[in-house]
């Protein structure tokens, strides 16, 4: 059960690995997270990723391997990280999510696809899956990895930010539909962060650390925002790049 | 009583009910500039009132920290109070029309509250008639004061601890000012003894109770701070205000848990009743 300030108890992370995941969940176990499910890929980075939760006060963590690029077992992912659990499930995030290299993509029919297999496709196989069930339960909480480049396409890396975009509004959808329910979505945005994921990527503006965007989900879970930016600034920020003209759009981004 | 509604349902209670003449206290009103001289005060004398309460100021720092109003009364007979009779609760004077934003209510506009509470207050009053309603639910004179606090709304926190560790009020109170984070005016009050349930909350000596606006990135490590205070001092914190509180704590505030969940697996064997309380704290078990 999740207390007052929207920390839970039981967690379920999809995409368990990344190093999003890995500092928001270090927060959540310093707070109120006893239990602990990482999926991912990736067995030796969710291990590790486990034993940290375990020393920031979590008593029980498991595992569940995965493979994004195949959104049939998003089902059957789902039912093991849940049953792992054996309890009430609070809080499911899902910080699946592949950068790619924009470049390559672009002129890829198989890359193209796998990015929008990876970005969108699965992750909303699973959150048919997770809604069915919390639904059932009555309450928890989602929280999505969706990207401050969803709120505006840019040519650099369109095949990402496209498919974001895409995760982004169908959450939209989703949000609304668990309005009244007991059950809440919100969507996480954040600039750029300083991760694994972007090693060599370009440090734009509002660029953060992980630790940055763990602090201010922390604050999200609490205060019960529909959507938490990462910087808190940028949702005023976007507010005015959304409404820009396109050529001056097309100005700003090609710097 | 006293078992969170886990062990089943109330289905006939007899209430032993207190015969008054009138719907008017006599209320004795005192100022008092810091926590030490209420708190002296309060011991001394509430023996010579039926009803005792006082509103602590929880953001003033220094030599003024604690500062407080302490109201108490007696029910008004006939014979105190010229035409004084039987009425109703009045209707609040002010309403909230709607939710105000999340941070109306912050550090500043809740210093600047609590500083005209205490100043508006009488520096000493005897004797002073006033409503039942207004003497026990000050708070009821402005309809939906919850508004207030906007969507994220507010926490309330209450702890008891026993007479001779009346510094951990001081010690609380104290870690509240200087963090900073926003609390209105907080109720102290003397508890006598509680029930004998095992889940029984008060205990002969102080109790505090503070409502809290969510929203302060401090607040929920403030409130672990004082729960390790609470239990350093044999104390404890009020289930029924609760929403975040520790499993880990529990057992050390409440030390007759296991004799509840022996009550509460005779009782309920299956577990057919439990409650998010329940859940968090771990009160039922696994």
């Known amino acids: 059960m999740e207390n007052a300030f929207g920390q839970p108890q ?51 963590t498991d595992i569940v391997i995965f493979d994004a690029t195949d959104p049939s077992n998003a089902e059957r992912t789902v039912s093991q990280a849940f049953k792992k659990v054996g309890d009430q499930v609070d809080l499911v ?46 309450s928890g909480r989602i929280l999505v990895m969706s990207s401050a480049a969803a709120i505006r396409v840019r040519e650099s890396s369109y095949v990402y930010s ?21 059950v809440k979505l919100q969507l996480l945005r954040p600039a750029v962060v300083r991760t694994k994921m972007t090693v060599g990527v370009d440090e734009p503006p509002f660029t953060t650390g992980a630790n940055e965007v763990a602090e201010n989900v922390m604050r999200g879970l609490a205060s019960n925002s529909d959507v938490i930016w990462s910087p808190p600034l940028l949702r005023y920020v976007f507010f005015v790049l959304r409404h820009l003209p396109a050529p001056l759009w097309r100005k700003v981004t090609n710097r | 009583m006293g078992a969170m509604g886990l062990t089943g349902v109330v289905t006939s209670v007899t209430l032993q009910m207190l015969a008054i003449e009138t719907s008017q206290m006599l209320v004795d009103t005192d100022r008092f500039g810091d926590l030490d001289s209420v708190m002296s005060a309060m011991s001394s004398g509430d023996d010579d009132y039926r009803y005792s309460v006082a509103w602590v100021d929880c953001m003033t720092r220094g030599a003024h920290m604690g500062r407080a109003i302490l109201t108490r009364g007696n029910h008004a007979s006939a014979a105190d109070v010229k035409k004084a009779a ?10 909230i029309p709607f939710q105000a934003p999340s941070g109306l209510l912050n550090r ?54 026993p007479d001779a560790m009346g510094d951990t009020v001081v010690d609380v109170i104290r870690r509240l000012s200087e963090s900073r984070v926003a609390s209105f005016l907080a109720v102290l009050k003397r508890f006598g003894p509680g029930n004998p349930s095992p889940l029984s909350f008060p205990l002969s000596g102080w109790t505090l109770a503070l409502d809290l606006p ?21 104390g404890r914190v009020y289930f029924a205000k609760d ?20 009550v509460k697996s005779r009782v309920d064997p299956d577990d057919q009743l439990t409650s998010d309380l329940a859940r968090r704290l771990d009160l039922v078990g696994k």
């Open chain 2, 214 to 234: 969510v929203g302060a990135d401090a607040l929920p490590g403030v409130l672990d701070d004082l729960d390790e205070m609470v239990v350093a001092a044999t």
């Open chain 1, 162 to 182: 496209g498919a974001k975009a895409g995760l982004d509004r169908l959450c939209g959808g989703i949000a609304q539909s668990l309005e009244g329910t007991g």
């Open chain 2, 108 to 161: 500043y506009s809740v210093r600047a509250f609590n500083e005209l509470w205490f100043r508006t207050a009488p520096r000493h009053e005897l004797d002073e008639a006033q409503s039942l309603s207004s003497f026990f639910y000050p708070l009821d004179g402005v309809a939906g004061w919850n508004l207030l606090y906007g969507k994220r709304g507010f926490v309330q926190y209450q702890f008891c601890v």
């Open chain 2, 86 to 95: 039987l009425s109703g609760p009045r209707k609040p004077r002010l309403t």
């Open chain 1, 93 to 138: 995030i899902i910080a699946v999510g592949q950068l790619g290299v924009q470049a390559e993509d672009q002129v890829s029919a198989a890359r193209s696809a796998e990015m929008i297999t990876v970005n969108v496709t699965w992750p909303v196989a699973a959150l048919a899956e997770i809604r069915n069930r919390l639904l059932a339960q009555g």
């Open chain 1, 10 to 60: 039981n967690v379920v992370i999809f995409g368990g690995s990344s190093d999003i995941a890995r500092a928001i969940t270090k927060k959540l176990c310093a707070a109120r997270a006893h239990t602990v499910i990482l999926a991912g890929r990736n067995q030796e980075l969710l291990n590790a990723a486990a034993l940290e939760a375990q020393e920031y006060g979590a008593t029980k």
């Open chain 2, 243 to 262: 929403a975040r509180l520790q499993a880990d704590q529990v057992r050390a505030m409440y030390p007759r848990l296991d004799e509840f969940r022996a």
